[in-house]
């Protein structure tokens, strides 16, 4: 029989800050891992997180869920669209985002 496993991201299996307004917090359950991101008002993943990448725009397929504060996200090819609190997304790869307002900007991930 399996057991029940419990994790909080107030004690995460690991925590980044690939740049000084964004904040990356992971929980690892053996091979699946729920990232919990955090940018502080003012991010932009092309002012914060092009460098790290080394890329034009964002490489990274994403699903995830808007825990709160806005995301605004613009596409290479021009497409835009807002996500609030408590939209789930599916962004490929190949934008640019940044959060929208004076709150933080909260997400959740499931890298696949």
Request: net charge negative; aromatic share 8%; glycine share 8%.
């Amino acid at each position: 029989m399996s057991n029940m496993t419990k994790k909080n991201f107030d004690q995460p299996d690991d925590i980044m800050k690939p740049a000084e307004k964004i904040q990356m917090a992971t929980v690892m359950f053996s091979n699946v891992k729920v990232q919990r991101f955090t940018g502080q008002p003012g991010w932009q993943w092309s002012k914060d997180l092009k460098a790290v990448f080394k890329t034009e725009s964002c490489p990274i397929d994403h699903v995830l869920y808007v825990v709160s504060g806005g995301l605004h996200v613009k596409m290479d090819d021009g497409q835009e669209l807002d996500f609030a609190a408590g939209d789930v997304a599916h962004i490929p790869p190949g934008h640019d985002g940044w959060g929208v307002g004076d709150e933080p900007t909260v997400w959740l991930e499931i890298p696949h």
